[in-house]
């Protein structure tokens, strides 16, 4: 028994970690355009597999990740600058941003479907407004230079091990009792409540784990960047964000990473100007939507099952 329950393992996590011996191959060998997209893919992957649990697994549409995914980068930045050492300042900086989004958790657990976005719209876009005004800490809007406490080969290694890391924990959590309750949540809360689950405190778990992925890729983002800016972490990265995880898969292991490549691909390669990438983004999501409910993964799914030949093995 305990052989197969590690065996059903087995094969993804050995995926995982192919793919994060890529993204180190590909952030130490890529440079200009490629190597930003690669950067950002890269830690938005590692911020996305926390998204993944709370939107994927628990069908709730949180948009205040990238604000998680900034008090990371800031706080770590900011303690930096303050002579603290590396370690400290990155574990610093995912408490802080645990503690806000445990705050936020508490108050917008108990909320259900549209009030849960709209409530977390409105923190992305508060904690946009302090990234932005509070000059005296973040910079304001022309952003801060980053300390780097990290060797350049040091940041690239963390940056591909946390992917795998971070794929391997959604992995974990999914297939697992958590996992369970989250997908419960997302058929039917009601339901899901009259059998016995904590629909509260799951959906508060679920958003307090996923600010740990976001604030680490964060730190991270900061150190390889050498600069934070508050456009890179405002309501409209976090809605980003949201697309992504719908693009990719939403609930599926790699949607994350398959979801950054075709967000930041899209947007950083694609040069057609100031806000029109954006509407072109927003039609491509519109595309995928009615042509692959179940997103870029689902589809390739879908479309497999259907090539297979009559009589295969399933």
């Known amino acids: 028994m305990r052989t197969s329950r590690y065996s059903r393992h087995a094969g993804p996590l050995a995926g995982i970690a192919a793919v994060s011996l890529l993204a180190h191959a590909l952030l130490t060998s890529l440079q200009g355009d490629l190597g930003q997209v690669a950067l950002l893919t890269v830690s938005w992957t590692v911020a996305l597999a926390g998204l993944n649990l709370v939107q994927g697994l628990g069908g709730y549409p949180s948009l205040a990740h990238a604000s998680f995914y900034g008090g990371g980068a800031y706080v770590s930045a900011v303690l930096l600058d303050h002579g603290v050492p ?118 508060l778990l679920a958003m307090v784990l996923s600010s740990v992925f976001g604030a680490w890729a964060g730190v991270l983002f900061a150190q390889y960047n050498g600069v934070v800016a508050p456009s890179q972490f405002t309501f409209v990265q976090g809605f980003l964000m949201f697309v992504a995880i719908g693009v990719g898969g939403a609930g599926r292991l ?7 490549l075709v967000v930041i691909g899209f947007t950083q390669l694609i040069k057609l100007g100031p806000g029109v990438s954006q509407i072109a983004l927003g039609v491509l999501f519109i595309a995928v939507t009615l042509l692959a409910p179940q997103g870029v993964l689902g589809g390739l799914a879908a479309l497999r099952r259907r090539v297979r030949p009559r009589g295969a093995v399933a």
């Open 86 to 203: 590396m370690l400290l300042a990155a574990l610093a900086a995912v408490g802080a941003t645990v503690l806000v989004a445990l705050l936020v958790a508490l108050v917008f657990s108990r909320t259900r479907g549209q009030y849960f976005a709209i409530g977390t719209m409105f923190f992305g876009a508060v904690t946009t407004l302090v990234f932005t005004n509070a000059a005296d800490l973040t910079g304001g809007p022309n952003g801060r230079p980053v300390e780097l406490g990290l060797p350049l080969d040091t940041t690239l290694l963390l940056l591909s091990a946390s992917l795998g890391l971070a794929l391997a924990a959604f992995h974990l959590l999914s297939a697992g009792r958590f996992g369970a309750r989250l997908r419960a949540v997302r058929e039917d809360e009601d339901l899901a409540e009259h059998l016995g689950v904590p629909t509260a405190r799951v959906k």
């Open 254 to 260: 790699y949607a994350p990473l398959v979801g950054s």
